[in-house]
């Protein structure tokens, strides 16, 4: 599965998929396992509105999900149990134990997987940038790490735009010898001083 961004051509039908869309991308299958079973960008701190629609889509992929663990640094309440579709999941917390910025889901028969959790308000492209390292089957990140990276990524990338927008409007780096070369350079006498002899 992969991330689900969708930029439709006027405000209104964004908005329309944007509150019914979910937004989760998962790493493919494969023999060696990640740290991470992918990413999950929910639209709110809510788990009773977000989880039903995360179930809706993983039950029929991973088996019923019967239990959630979050760390509740980013989730402002942690409902005992939260109604699905079909049956009820029981969520836990855990502090010191559980990354910050993951979901660890628990199914009845099949297994665990753990997803990072995006935070609402994270621009689009910092979020699809985060969905495909978490999907990665490679992945050998924490969440922590990648939402850390993604903060480097994004504050490097506006470093840079902030750099490009001042050379367009002329502004050069002092240690850009091209630059250099175009500041005349004056050479004027300096009075000699008399000395007091």
Same mark, same amino acid.
């Not at 079909?86 to 502090?95: A, E, I, N, P």
């Given at each position: 599965m992969t991330a689900t961004i969708s930029h439709s051509p006027t405000a209104e039908a964004d908005d329309r998929l944007s509150s019914t869309s979910l937004r989760l991308s998962l790493a493919p299958v494969g023999p060696?396992?990640?740290?991470? *079973?992918?990413?999950?960008?929910p639209r709110s701190r809510d788990l009773r509105a977000e989880l039903p629609s995360l179930t809706a889509v993983l039950d029929p992929l991973w088996g019923r999900i019967t239990r959630v663990t979050v760390n509740p640094a980013h989730w402002p309440i942690v409902?005992?149990?939260?109604?699905?579709?079909?049956?009820?999941?029981?969520?836990?917390?855990?502090? !010191?134990e559980q990354d910050a910025?993951?979901?660890?889901?628990?199914?009845?028969?099949?297994?665990?997987?753990?997803?990072?959790?995006? #935070? !609402?308000?994270? #621009?689009?492209? @910092?979020?699809?940038?985060?969905?495909?390292?978490?999907? *990665?089957?490679?992945?050998? @990140?924490?969440?922590s790490r990648l939402m850390q990276e993604s903060t480097r990524l994004r504050s490097a990338y506006e470093a840079d735009a902030v750099e490009a927008v001042w050379e367009s409007e002329g502004g050069h780096d002092v240690r850009d010898p091209a630059a250099r070369g175009r500041i005349p350079t004056v050479a004027a006498a300096m009075p000699r001083q008399p000395t007091g002899r």
């Open positions: 060696a396992p990640a740290l991470l *079973d992918g990413a999950w960008w409902p005992r149990k939260v109604p699905v579709a079909g049956h009820v999941v029981k969520v836990g917390w855990f502090l !010191p910025h993951e979901l660890l889901l628990l199914s009845y028969h099949v297994g665990r997987w753990n997803l990072l959790v995006i #935070p !609402p308000q994270t #621009p689009a492209v @910092s979020a699809a940038w985060l969905m495909a390292a978490a999907s *990665d089957p490679r992945g050998t @990140s924490t969440a």
